[in-house]
């Protein structure tokens, strides 16, 4: 199909649905739709109303995850699924994830309007708690129940601040079901949510795949002693050693270059008293990158470093790793298929790694996956600041919508084109 006079998004409309969505959970500038929380319940309906408007056929699995489903003349084959998620962070923008969702429901509209028949099912998909922060889920829930790649039992021990379990909220979200979709291929669209693509001026980032990481968690012992009686050169001070450990690991991350980045996220001191040499200080510390060649260096030099800001201040460290993902390289024709649909339609297009997680990472285990990024004003995201103009949001809606058309009409499966 031809992209410059196919079909194509109403994106006034779809700006339309943004906003109106957005007002959900609306407190100040920002809104709030913690997943499975009642502002999310309210999202969910306002979904499945647009859904059913549409004609699709609205459909619930195990972990509460919303399908809308277009069918396709072949019924027999599995759909082509573009989705997101609705659910937010507190005080949130209102384009992380749920632009994703809306564009793919603007994508079946112009589909419809246009009278197209596809051969595969065309679908949307909303996932549960993405996010991860109201219960402590770990994030990217619904996609990794779906994938197997948690189970129920684990989230059973998840709860809120309300003492409310995950597994009981989402039993009683009353968007439980029983169907079980499987993906032909997966498009995820999301805003960057980081200065890229504005600072080069970049209309549509092509994302690679996502990158890994790890977590760590490292323990200084030292000693805790009279901040006045006690002499400097006689002291094991962990705070010292930890501070000592956040600037080294700063300078790791810049000698690493290739976009690492290490962010020491939290520090904890103890006893943490105006007048105690601090004993104890514990530190996380977070590290990504694209590369897992480079990543697994990144990860041993950075226990070094660590070691060395210890022995420096005669303190003794543990660490321990409290998580570690494998990055997520997208198949390469499902990456040159958006940068050609990018390119096609006119756009200035950029590839590169996903530095946050996204439910496309874990459905890519499942199937081809790709995901498509558009500008966010000042690299700003996870705040009311977030921000992707009219334009750049029906940008990336467009090469949305041609992504997934090209995979509904592929006459073969992906795997037999060598994907
Ligand atoms: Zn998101």
Known sequence: MNVTTGPKVDRERLWNMLSEMGDIGKNGAGRTRLALSAEDLEARRLLVRWMKELGLDVRMDACANIWGVRNGRDATERPVVM?????????????????????????????????????????VVSFTDEEGGHFLSGGLAGSRLMAGAVDLETLRSKRNAQGKSWVDALNESGFLGKDRLEPHAYLEYHIEQGPVLVDEGIQIGVVQGVVGLSWLRVAFRGEANHAGAFPMNRRHDA????????????RLA??????????????????????IVPGEAVLTVDIRQFDPDLLERGIARLKDVVRE?????????????????????????????V???????????????????????????????????????????????????????GNGADVLLHCALDLARAPKALRENGI
């Open 83 to 123: 989705g997101s998620h609705i659910d937010t962070v507190r005080d949130a923008g209102m384009f992380d994830g749920v632009m994703g969702v809306l564009s793919g429901l603007a994508a079946i509209r112009a589909m419809n309007e246009a009278n197209v028949e596809t051969r595969r099912p065309v679908a």
């Open 239 to 250: 705070g010292l050693a930890a501070a000592r450990a956040i600037v080294e690991l700063n």
């Open 339 to 393: 940068e050609g649909k990018a390119k096609d339609l006119g756009y200035s297009t950029r590839r590169m790694p996903s530095g946050a997680g996204h439910d496309a990472q874990i459905v890519s285990t499942l199937c081809p996956a790709a995901m498509i990024f558009v500008p966010s004003k000042d690299g700003r995201s996870h705040c009311p600041e977030e921000y992707t103009s009219p334009e750049d949001v």
């Open 254 to 275: 810049f000698e690493l270059g290739e976009g690492t980045v290490i962010t020491p996220g939290q520090l904890a001191q103890h006893p943490n008293f105006p007048n």
């Open 309 to 337: 800001a210890g022995e420096c201040e005669g303190v003794a460290t543990e660490i321990e790793t409290l998580s570690r993902t494998q990055h997520a390289a997208f198949p390469k024709e499902m990456v040159s298929l």
